[in-house]
C-alpha cells in the first residue's frame, strides 16, 4: 500500500521568510495531492491540491510542485504570517474515487512574529 | 460549498457506555464518506470507508463490533463507539468525497471523545 513520508516534522520561522515542507511517497498509481493545514483542535482544510499531470500549482503565497519521476511533492508558503502556524499534512490518494487517501505524519509550523 | 459537520464537536462519557457521532455533508450529497482517529500530535488514521445503502470497510486492526458505521442516507453517517473504554479517548473526525467526484475529501470539524 501507500506510505507517505514527511519532513520536517517541526518547522520555525521567521515571520516573512518562506517554509518549505517535503513529502514522498511510494505507490506510483497515486496521482492526487492534497494539503491539509489543521488548527488545535479542529478538522483538517484543504489549501491546495496537486494532480499527476501538472508539475506545479500556485494559490498567492502557497505553492505545491510534483516530481513523480522522483515521488516528491513540497509546499512552499511565501511571506508567513503568524496565522500560518499550524501542523500541515501532506496527503496522497489513487485514481479511483474510493481510493484512501494517506497522510503523512504532518509538520508543526510556527511562524515567529 | 463542501461543508462537512459533526456532532456533538465533545463528549464525555463513562466508560462502558455508548457514544453516537454524527456527520453530515451539508450542502452536497456524499455516497462515501471517510471515518478517522487522530491522538495528540499524531496524524489521521483511517479507520473505516462509509458507503450510503452498504456495509462499511473497515481498516485493519479496526474493530467492526466496536466501531459501529452507518450511512443511511446520502447526508449523514455515524459512528458509534460501543462499551467505550479510556482507550478510545481520541478526537474522531469524518471526511465525505466532494461533489464534483473527484479525489477532493472535505473534512469535518471533528469530535473529541474523552471516556473516564
Known amino acids: 500500500g501507500e506510505n507517505v513520508e514527511q519532513h520536517p516534522s517541526t518547522l520555525s520561522v521567521q515571520e516573512g521568510d518562506s517554509a518549505v515542507i517535503k513529502c514522498t511517497y511510494s505507490d506510483s498509481a497515486s496521482n492526487y495531492f492534497p494539503w491539509y493545514k489543521q488548527e488545535l483542535g479542529k478538522g483538517p482544510q484543504l489549501i491546495i491540491d496537486i494532480r499527476s499531470n501538472v508539475g506545479e500549482k500556485k494559490d498567492q503565497r502557497i505553492a505545491v510542485t510534483l516530481n513523480k519521476t522522483a515521488k516528491h511533492f513540497s509546499l512552499h508558503i511565501t511571506e508567513t504570517q503568524p496565522e500560518d502556524s499550524a501542523v500541515y499534512f501532506c496527503a496522497a490518494t489513487g485514481k479511483t474515487s474510493y481510493d484512501k487517501v494517506i497522510f503523512g505524519p504532518g509538520t508543526s509550523l510556527s511562524v515567529i512574529p | 460549498g463542501a461543508v462537512v459537520s459533526q456532532h456533538p464537536s465533545w463528549v464525555i462519557c463513562k466508560s462502558g457506555t455508548s457514544v453516537k457521532i454524527e456527520c453530515r455533508s451539508l450542502d452536497f450529497q456524499a455516497t462515501t464518506m471517510f471515518w478517522y482517529r487522530q491522538f495528540p500530535k499524531q496524524s489521521l488514521m483511517l479507520m473505516a470507508t462509509?458507503?450510503?445503502?452498504?456495509?462499511?470497510?473497515?481498516e485493519q486492526g479496526v474493530e467492526k463490533d466496536k466501531f459501529l458505521i452507518n450511512h443511511a442516507s446520502l447526508t449523514l453517517s455515524t459512528l458509534t463507539v460501543t462499551s467505550a473504554h479510556p482507550e478510545d479517548s481520541s478526537f474522531y473526525i469524518c471526511?465525505?468525497?466532494?461533489?464534483?467526484?473527484?479525489?477532493?475529501?472535505?473534512f469535518g470539524p471533528g469530535t473529541r471523545l474523552t471516556v473516564l
Open positions: 471526511s465525505a468525497r466532494g461533489p464534483s467526484g473527484r479525489n477532493e475529501q472535505f
Open positions: 462509509s458507503n450510503e445503502g452498504s456495509k462499511a470497510t473497515y
